[in-house]
């Protein structure tokens, strides 16, 4: 009962979570939410994997997410200048809680589906995978771009923990993980046009 009050309150954290890296420009605050966002995973990752396999996963995460934040600390990032992002958070909102929406309406068909994997695991794989393709579909920023995939990337190993328990494919998910982290802060270097993001 516990756990199951615990696993809903973590998917309204990745709901806000993947949110506030939709909203915010800061990439402070995007570094911030996305390390948020792995602990949520970890928990829900944790439903179905032992501990050592979903704290692997966790630091892996953690580690992708502290290679771009020192990537971006080293830039001396100047503040976003994005005139027109103001103009946009309405749809944006709008386009969270058609994603919200999304994910709570597939949650009970994959779970026929796919039975034993849990709703609240459902939803919350699915609301990253739906807010990570968001996130891509709205930028060519660089930084934006790692933030949308490894969001994609985190919902998606929600799903296939519930399906999959070997070593070698989380081992070879957190690998994923760090190389989009490391792929990230070289693009991020080699592109000094977006260093505002």
């Not at 506030?20 to 792995?38: E, H, K, M, N, S």
């Not at 100047?78 to 386009?95: A, H």
């Not at 009970?108 to 695991?121: D, Q």
């Not at 771009?145 to 399906?163: D, K, N, P, W």
């Amino acid at each position: 009962m516990i756990a199951t009050i615990v696993s809903w309150a973590v998917v309204v954290g990745l709901l806000i979570t993947a949110s506030g890296l939709l909203l915010y420009r800061d990439w402070r605050w995007g570094i911030g939410f996305l390390a948020g966002q792995y602990v949520g995973v970890f928990w829900l990752v944790l439903q179905h994997w032992p501990l050592g396999m979903a704290a692997a996963k966790l630091v892996g995460g953690w580690m992708a997410t502290a290679s771009i934040g020192m990537t971006l600390l080293n830039l001396h990032q100047q503040e976003p200048t994005d005139k027109y992002w103001s103009q946009g958070r309405s749809f944006l909102l709008f386009m969270i809680g058609m994603a919200a929406l999304l994910a709570v309406a597939a949650a009970s068909l994959i779970e026929s589906i796919l039975p034993g994997i849990g709703i609240p695991v459902v939803i919350g794989g699915i609301l990253l995978i739906a807010m990570g393709l968001l996130q891509l579909g709205m930028t060519t920023q660089v930084l934006r771009v790692i933030l949308g995939l490894l969001t994609t990337l985190s919902g998606f190993e929600i799903l296939y923990a519930a399906m999959e328990g070997s070593s070698l494919v989380a081992a070879l998910l957190v690998v994923i993980n760090l190389g989009l982290g490391l792929v990230g802060a070289y693009l991020l270097t080699a592109s000094p046009e977006e260093k505002a993001t």
